[in-house]
């Protein structure tokens, strides 16, 4: 492909506003439900907080099990008994997550916390991004901020905070991303029917 081949940078522009468009119905469906979830978290910060943590503890069992399974029937590959010993690992962190879900709670926070500081990041780049492309990306930079200020919240009264924190930033950041795919999809269907 030549240059004079590839695609202007306005095309692109309007091929991805156009796709956008083309689902703004789904990017609609996507934020109500993420934001309802994400209400219903916050109104229960601890039941939200006990739930995740406990889905999280299987994830770890469901996978160290697989794990452990594909690892069984490699074990000519390097690094064998350093990935079963990971793989039992997860296993019994997970049974730990799951029977025992409040004695994980101070270090799940930390890895929750350091999740939502790079979604943080990573919605504030993508609203930049999404400027050139939509009006409403501001809702994006909006939901990015939120992230990184919670995150500095809940480190500042860390470790009292734990208790709750999870549960809250999981509910504020469903209810954000929802909010900011809600406000997407209006601008897509506005520009759609309006070229």
């Known amino acids: 492909m030549t240059i004079q081949d590839q695609p202007k940078p306005e095309e692109i522009n309007k091929r991805i506003a156009g796709a956008i468009a083309a689902h703004w119905k789904l990017f609609l469906f996507q934020g109500v439900t993420l934001a309802v979830l994400g209400l219903l978290a916050i109104a229960m910060p601890l039941v939200s907080t006990l739930a995740v943590e406990i889905f999280i503890g299987w994830l770890f069992f469901v996978g160290g099990i697989l ?10 590959l390097p690094g064998y008994w350093w990935s079963l010993f990971a793989a039992i690992l997860a296993v019994v962190l997970g049974l730990v997550l799951i029977a025992k879900p409040l004695q994980g709670l101070l270090t799940l926070t930390m890895v929750l916390m350091a999740l939502f ?11 930049l991004d999404f400027r050139r492309h939509l ?18 919240l809940i480190w500042q009264g860390w470790p009292a905070t734990a208790a709750w924190s999870i ?14 795919l809600v406000m997407l999809a209006l601008a897509a269907r506005r520009d759609e029917s309006h070229p």
Do not use: C, P, Q, Y
């Open 117 to 127: 500081l790079i979604e943080g990041f990573s919605a504030l780049f993508a609203a």
């Open 67 to 76: 794990r452990t399974i594909v690892l069984l029937r490699s074990k000519h």
């Open 167 to 180: 549960g809250l930033l999981t509910g504020v950041n469903l209810f954000f991303m929802g909010l900011s």
């Open 135 to 152: 009006t409403n990306w501001g809702w994006l930079l909006f939901s990015g901020l939120v992230d990184l200020v919670l995150v500095f």
